[in-house]
C-alpha cells in the first residue's frame, strides 16, 4: 500500500528537551501504525506536529505524496487527518451532536441544518463502524469511553481519513476496549488509515500492523508486529531488560488504620452513588478495589480524601473518627492520594515541578518558617524527588503543563509517597504511565505496604489489581458486591462481580 504520511527529518526542540530529533517515518493507507516509547519520548508532539499544532524546526511532510506545510487543525482537517488528543478536548455542557458541529462553520442554512445532519450522520457513523452513542445526551453526563466515542465521530464527521489516536485505551475499560477495537477495525475496513499510541504492549501487538518505537525523541526502528514480541518492544523502548511481573514479599499484617462504617455519598448529579458500604484496611496490607468505571469508586475515594462529603456513616484513621474532616486535616492524618484526573486535582499547571511537589507542605517546615518560603530547601528537596522518581526532563523549573502525561503523573506519585502517609489511597496510579515507570510505581507501593503502610489501590486494570493487592473487593452499583483473598481469586470470578452477574450477601471487607 502507498504511503499516506511520510515523515522526513522532523526535529522540534522545546526550551529544555530536544522532543523529536530527526524523525523519519512512513505510514501507509489502511494500516494501524503504532507508536510506542516511554514518557517523555516525544509521541504527542510528533502528532501534534501532524495535526498543525506545533510546527517543526525542520523537516518534511509529505501527505500523499505531496510535500505539504500543516499551518494548524484547520488544515490538518482539510488534508483529511482527525485527532483524538491524550486529555479529551469536548465541551462538556453541551450536547454530543453540538460538539459534534462545534467550530465548523454554519451552513447557509444555519446552524439548524448542521444539527440535523449532525444527528443523522452520527446515527450513521454509529452503524458503520459500532459505536452506538445517543446524540442528544450532555456530554459532561457521558462515561469517557463514550466521550471517546464523540471524538471519534467528531473527527469522521470533518472527513478524517487517517485518525491519530493518542492512547485512546488509557481511560477505557477493557469492554470498552474490546468496542474501540473493533471501530478500528471497522475504520480500516473502510479503507481509512489510524495512528495509535499506548503504552499497553499487549494492545499495540494485537491491533497494530507495525510498530514505531521512539526513544529520546528518535525512532529507534520500526517493526512488524507479527516479527516481534513484548519483551523485545520493551528493550528499545528502555534500552535494558524490563520486569513486567514482580516478585512479592510475604504479608506483615498490622493494626488497623482505616475504617469505613455504612457510608453513604452521592455523586456530583446527586444521586446515591455509595449505597452503604463498610470495609477496613490494616498495616502492611493493600487492598484493591475492582470494578467497571461509574460504580461508585469515584465517589468513595472523593469521601475518603476529603474532597466530598458522605451523606452518613463512619470513617476511622487509626482509630480516631475522621468523618468529614477537610482534604488538610485528613492529610495531617496520614491520608495520600494519588488522584485519577491528574489534570484536574493532581497538579497546578501553571505552577513549575518544584512547586507542584512540595504542594500541601509547602507552608510547613523545613520548606517554610513562618511565612518564609525556604526557597533553597524546596530545591534540594524537588531535586531529590526528580531524580528517584525519574521525572523528565530533569529540570525543576519547568511547568507541569509542558511536561508529558506521564511524568506529571511521576510528579504527583513523587509528591504523595514523600508526604510519608499511612494510607495510601491510589487511584489509577498507573494510568498513561510507560512499563518502565508503571513498574516503578508498581514498586513504590508494594514498598509502602512492606513498611508497614496501608495502600487502598483503585484500578481498572485488574492485572494490576491481581498482581499488587493482598485482598480485592468489587464495587458494583455504589455497593461493595464481593470480597476476595487475591490468593484464592482470578481474572474470571471478579469480572462475573463486576457485571453484577454475582454478588455476595452482606460483605463487609
Ligand atoms: N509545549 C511544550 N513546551 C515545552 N516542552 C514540551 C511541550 N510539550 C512537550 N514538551 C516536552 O517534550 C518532551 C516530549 O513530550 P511528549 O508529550 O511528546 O511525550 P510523549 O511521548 O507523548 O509522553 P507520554 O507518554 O508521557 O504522553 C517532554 O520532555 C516534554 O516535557
Ligand atoms: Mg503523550
Known amino acids: 500500500m502507498e504511503p499516506v504520511i511520510e515523515l522526513k527529518g522532523i526535529t522540534k526542540q522545546f526550551p529544555a528537551v530536544l522532543a523529536n530529533d530527526h524523525i523519519d517515518m512512513s505510514i501507509r493507507k489502511k494500516e494501524v501504525f503504532a507508536i510506542v516509547g516511554e514518557n517523555g519520548a516525544g509521541k504527542t508532539t510528533l502528532m501534534n506536529i501532524i495535526y498543525g499544532l506545533y510546527q517543526p524546526d525542520s523537516g518534511k511532510i509529505l501527505i500523499r505524496g505531496k510535500e505539504t506545510r500543516i499551518n494548524g487543525p484547520h488544515q490538518a482537517i482539510a488534508e483529511g487527518i482527525g485527532m483524538v488528543h491524550q486529555h479529551f478536548m469536548l465541551v462538556p455542557v453541551l450536547t454530543v451532536a453540538e460538539n459534534i458541529v462545534l467550530g465548523i462553520e454554519p451552513t447557509k442554512a444555519g446552524l439548524v441544518m448542521d444539527m440535523d445532519r449532525a444527528r443523522k450522520e452520527v446515527a450513521e457513523f454509529s452503524q458503520k463502524y ?77 491491533i497494530a500492523d507495525r510498530i514505531a518505537v521512539l526513544r529520546g525523541g528518535r525512532v529507534m526502528g520500526v517493526v512488524d508486529s507479527k516479527e516481534t514480541s513484548e519483551a523485545q518492544l520493551a528493550r528499545m523502548m528502555v534500552g535494558r531488560d524490563v520486569v513486567l511481573d514482580i516478585a512479592k514479599n510475604p504479608q506483615k499484617l498490622g493494626e488497623l488504620v482505616l475504617e469505613v462504617q455504612d457510608l453513604r455519598a452521592k455523586n456530583e448529579r446527586g444521586l446515591d452513588a455509595v449505597k452503604g458500604i463498610s470495609f477496613h484496611l490494616r498495616r502492611g496490607e493493600i487492598l484493591g478495589i475492582a470494578g467497571v468505571e461509574g460504580n461508585g469508586q469515584t465517589e468513595l475515594i472523593r469521601v475518603l480524601t476529603g474532597m466530598a462529603k458522605a451523606e452518613s456513616g463512619k470513617v476511622l484513621v487509626n482509630r480516631k473518627e475522621m468523618t468529614g474532616a477537610t482534604v488538610k486535616s485528613l492529610r495531617r492524618a496520614g491520608i495520600a492520594h494519588i488522584p485519577q484526573d491528574r489534570l484536574r486535582t493532581g497538579l497546578i499547571l501553571p505552577f513549575n515541578i518544584s512547586e507542584n511537589i512540595v504542594l500541601g507542605m509547602h507552608a510547613e517546615p523545613p ?105 480485592v473487593m468489587v464495587m458494583y452499583g455504589g455497593e461493595i458486591v464481593g470480597c476476595f483473598e487475591t490468593k484464592t481469586t482470578n481474572e474470571d470470578e471478579l469480572a462475573h462481580y463486576m457485571l453484577g452477574l454475582k454478588r455476595q450477601e452482606h460483605v463487609k471487607a
Open 130 to 206: 459500532g459505536m452506538p452513542i445517543d446524540p442528544d445526551a450532555r456530554v459532561e453526563y457521558l462515561p469517557v469511553g463514550m466521550q471517546q466515542r464523540v471524538e471519534i465521530i467528531k473527527a469522521l464527521f470533518r472527513g478524517a481519513e487517517i485518525l491519530i489516536l493518542d492512547e485512546p485505551t488509557a481511560v477505557l475499560t477493557p469492554l470498552e476496549r474490546e468496542g474501540l477495537f473493533l471501530t478500528i477495525n471497522a475504520l480500516i475496513e473502510q479503507g481509512k488509515t489510524v495512528i495509535f499510541i499506548s503504552h499497553k504492549l499487549n494492545e499495540v501487538m494485537a
Open 367 to 471: 520548606f517554610a518558617r513562618g511565612i518564609v518560603q525556604q526557597r533553597a530547601e524546596v530545591n534540594r528537596f524537588a531535586k531529590e524527588k526528580e531524580d528517584e522518581f525519574d521525572v523528565r526532563p530533569r529540570d525543576i523549573t519547568v511547568k507541569a503543563k509542558s511536561l508529558s502525561g506521564g511524568n506529571q503523573q511521576k510528579v504527583i506519585i513523587a509528591r504523595e509517597v514523600s508526604s510519608g502517609p499511612e494510607v495510601m489511597i491510589a487511584a489509577q496510579p498507573t494510568r498513561g504511565l510507560d512499563i518502565g515507570a508503571t513498574e516503578f510505581v508498581h514498586r513504590k507501593l508494594l514498598e509502602e505496604r512492606d513498611k508497614g503502610k496501608a495502600v487502598l489501590l483503585q484500578s481498572l486494570e485488574l492485572e494490576e489489581i491481581l498482581s499488587l493487592s493482598d485482598r
